[in-house]
């Protein structure tokens, strides 16, 4: 299947969504990021226009950061973003389709996916997380925020309703193929993290994890 182009949305990205949520998709993003505090060797994939590298490079010194997004217009924002700060060598800036892309076994003690997961049907998202979770180390921690569904009500409605209206923006401007929603969040479980903290936004619309590897040694969780 053709990974999508997000590259026509790369340089209004940030004030679409300013437009669509207010601050709520920056608050979703980052309430948990100072969690990565410490950590050595990070996997961001999906980072879209360097926004999440950039708030996260003060917060991780001399850690290496590899860095994964298939759409060469989002890769060039992301490189002008950090061209001026400091620790921008810690950055391996890689233009790459997730899917094929190999990563290195048992290398990150951090993975981050914002707003990325949802960019899959659920058997290559299933494939993806498990690769993911094939190239961390054990006690690594998982960022993860992304949109939900609520389980009833007017929110669940909202919800529906927004979604249908983002895939079908997002399959027009980008060649996305999914329509609805990956089981993101059972998948990160099921390969062995549990999640350790959580917050929603939009009345559940949005929601921001911090998950950690289970059976790690207390010393190594989180
Ligand atoms: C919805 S955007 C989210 C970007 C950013 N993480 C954020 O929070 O705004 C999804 C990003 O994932 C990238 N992406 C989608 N499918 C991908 C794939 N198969 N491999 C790598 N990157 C992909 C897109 O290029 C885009 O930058």
Known sequence: MPA?????LARGYQALEWLAFGG??????FCLLERLAGRRSILILGEGDGRCVARLLPLVPGARIDCV??????????????APLPGREAVNLICADALTREFPPATYDAVVTLFFLDCFEPAPAAA??????????????WLFADFRVPERGLPRLRARLWLAGLYAFFRWQTGLRPRALPPSEALIEQAGFRREESRTFQWGLLVSSLYAARGAPPSLQL
């Open 4 to 8: 999508p182009d997000f590259s026509p």
């Open 24 to 29: 709520d998709l920056e608050r979703a993003r």
């Open 69 to 82: 997004d298939v759409s060469p217009g989002m890769v060039a924002r992301t490189s002008s973003r950090l």
């Open 128 to 141: 993806l997380v498990g690769r993911i979770k094939a190239a961390t180390v054990p006690g690594a921690c």
